[in-house]
Structure formats: C-alpha cells, structure tokens
C-alpha cells in the first residue's frame, strides 16, 4: 500500500487498530501536537499505510493537493574542504586538491550570467569550506549578483561555512549575519544539520559546527527577519531515538522563531566515502521518515523531496506521505548529490516534466518563488506535446 491517501477518520472507527493506534490519529484529527515517545512509535511500530493517512492528512489541511516547485540553478563554488565527514562523497580534502575544482568570483558569476533570459527566480549557493572563500569574498559575491541581477533571490551557505568564516574573521554570529544581509542574502539553505544528537554527529560530522551552534545561526538569521530551511541526514548509523531528537530541536526553534519554511529529509547515499560499508535504507523507509517528519513538525509549513536524490519515481509517492513540495527544476549541473550515488545522476527537469510529473499523481503544480509567493498554477496548463497527443486521437484540448 504504498501510495496511501486513505481517509484518517476511517482510522479512528477502525476496532482492528490498537488503542496507541487510534490516540495519535484522534491527536492528528484534532490538531495537537505529538509527543517525542509518540514520535518514536510512530517510527518503530506504526505501518506504513496509517503513516500515509496521517501525514496525507495533514498534508492535505494545510495544502490541499498543491505541490510546489520552483526555478532555480545551483553553484558550488568548491568541493575541496577543510572538514572530512564520513557520510560525504562529494568533497576532497586540500591534500586531493588535484581532484577537485575551486571557482573564482568571475568563473561564479559567469554561471550567473548564463542564466540571464531564462526565468529562474534562485541561485542556491552552497559547498565545501577553504579559507579564501571568506566574508569579503562571500560579500562581495552576493553583492555582485545582486548589481547584475536585482530580483534573483540568494539562497546561500549553511552555518558549517558561516561558523567558520566568523570565527576566521573574529567576528559574532550577528555580526556576520548582519553583513550578509546587508551584501543581499535573502535567505538560508538547510544543509549542514546532519544528526544534531552528538552521540552520532561527533562520529560523522566531527568539527563541524555543533547542533547548538547550527541551531544558533538560524535563530540569530531568523530574529533578523530572515527565513531559512532545516534538512536531516537519516539512514546511516542513527537509530529512530535520533531522529526524533532531531526533529524535537528543529520544532523547539520553530516554535520560538517561526522562521524555517521547509523541512528537507536528505537520504544518506553510500557511493565513495567512507561509510559506502552500510546498507542505504529501502524506499519504504524513505516514505516512512517523510510521514513521521510531516506528523511531527506541526509547526513547519512545508516537507519537501529533493527528487534528484531519491528518484522521480519515488518523489511521486512521496506526494502521499506528507510531502507537499518537490524542489525546482535544477537547472544546473550540480555535483553534491550525483557525486554520493543519487538516482539522478544529470539533476535536470524542464518545467513541463516537473509539472507532469506532479499531474500524474493527481495534485496540483504551483510554481512558487524562495518565499512561498505563488507565481504561476499550472494545473490546467496545456503543452505543445498535450495538444499533439491529444490530436493524434481527435480528442479535445482544453483552453488554458
């Protein structure tokens, strides 16, 4: 029963269903928040078919069958890195500096100039830490995008890149956040949460920032007004207790900030690094973290399948277990992912696929901007290719 869209109150007059069962999905129906020992329950015990019905419910309450998208292209101004986390696979440590790339400003921003003419609304910046790319270069980069290009909204670094260059440049948190927005950061990406629980973030993760200090980074940003997203790396050494620790830090800072817009679970690919021993998680857990996620983070508006790392096929399914957002089409070459194993090994959909793709499971395509502004519905859009295979069998094409 993987694409489950069952009715929730069927649920609740279900006798077969234990009496745990029925009071997390009386606490679903009635809009209140789950515990922490309910959400490890709800990993260790439920069945995937009522995860479905509850996290599609309340997808659905806050959605309906909208299912956002947007515009965007990435650049990765490097893979070489100071920091050696086990999990990754797309960075080089500098003693493998010959195997990476390291861009400059112009070769950054000649990538930005590629894009001129075509209607992408974000430029996602985010990769590996080295020393020269600092506050002064970072500033002037955003400041340079945004003199080409005004309304291209920076979606840019995670506080693994800000923690560091503040430290190197001897300044506070709200300092450097305060000059990033002044250089024209719009707002932050989610990356570099990983496993907050230390128990498991020293083991792959170690000397990054810690979950207080990414945490931290995200409130100062946000207490300015800024918005940002928060993402988990799951199905590698964590256990379910894990996860849901994780998930109880994010809706504590939602609950005190209210500014993260999206959740992003990140699946742990095991291609190239040094963690390739363990065993990925099957699709069924993939679909059973985004349920869980969308039960528990009641305060977050928005789940979201990065489907270049899990597949279109299964960003479709995930469309019925809480997910209500697919990414952007990816107009880009980018490298983290394809670099770990991703089902996507060349991130690239034109909007017409991307739009198809959500049209064919029945929900409805918005193309949105950073910010969540509607831009375009295409729910009843027509394409060139729909007129051609509707009149190869004589049938009707809708007006647009």
């Known amino acids: 029963m993987l694409q489950s869209r069952g009715n929730l109150f069927q649920l609740l007059d279900d006798n077969r269903l234990s009496a745990d069962h029925r009071a997390v999905a009386g606490k679903v129906a009635g809009g209140e928040r789950i515990s922490a020992d309910e959400g490890a329950w709800l990993f260790q015990e439920a069945d995937l078919g009522y995860l479905g019905a509850l996290a599609n419910h309340i ?73 020269q790319y600092d506050v002064a270069f970072y500033s002037e980069l955003f400041r340079k995008i945004k003199q080409h290009r005004p309304e291209l909204h920076i979606k840019a670094l995670t506080p693994v890149e800000y923690h560091y260059i503040f430290k190197k440049a001897k300044i506070s948190y709200e300092e450097g956040m305060k000059q990033m927005k002044e250089a024209g950061l719009d707002s932050m990406p989610g990356g570099g949460a ?103 983070l009641d305060n977050f508006d928005h789940i979201k399948a990065y489907w270049p790392m899990i597949s279109r096929d299964v960003a479709q399914i995930s469309l019925a277990f809480g997910v209500d957002d697919i990414d952007g089409t990816i107009d880009d070459t980018t490298r983290i992912y394809s670099m770990a194993g991703s089902e996507e090994q060349n991130p690239a959909m034109t909007t017409e696929e991307l739009v198809k793709l959500v049209r064919q499971v029945g929900r409805k395509p918005i193309e949105r901007d950073t910010l969540y502004n509607v831009l375009n519905d295409y729910t009843d859009v027509v394409f060139e290719s729909d007129k051609e295979f509707r009149g190869y069998f004589s049938l009707p094409v809708a007006n647009q």
């Open 194 to 296: 990983e496993i907050f629980h230390p128990e498991i973030r020293d083991q792959i993760a170690g000397g990054k920032c810690s979950a207080d200090q990414w945490l931290r980074i995200h409130e100062i940003w946000h207490e300015m007004g800024g918005r940002s997203n928060a993402t988990m790396l799951y199905g590698h050494i964590e256990k379910y207790e894990h996860r849901v620790d994780h998930l109880e830090r994010l809706r504590q800072l939602q609950d005190k900030t209210g500014g993260f817009q999206t959740f992003i679970p990140l699946k742990f690919r095991n291609k190239d690094n040094q963690m390739s021993h363990l065993p990925e998680v099957s699709v069924l857990e993939d679909l059973r973290n985004y349920a869980v996620s969308r039960i528990y």
């Open 59 to 131: 997808r659905e309450q806050k959605h309906g069958d909208r299912t956002f998208f947007n515009r965007n292209f990435h650049i990765e101004p490097t893979n070489v890195c100071l920091y050696t986390c086990t999990f990754c696979s797309y960075s080089r440590l500098i003693k493998e500096r010959k195997d990476g790339w390291e861009y400059t400003m112009d070769e950054m921003m000649d990538m930005v100039r590629a894009y001129d003419g075509h209607p992408v609304t974000e430029v996602h910046i985010v990769g590996g830490v080295l020393p």
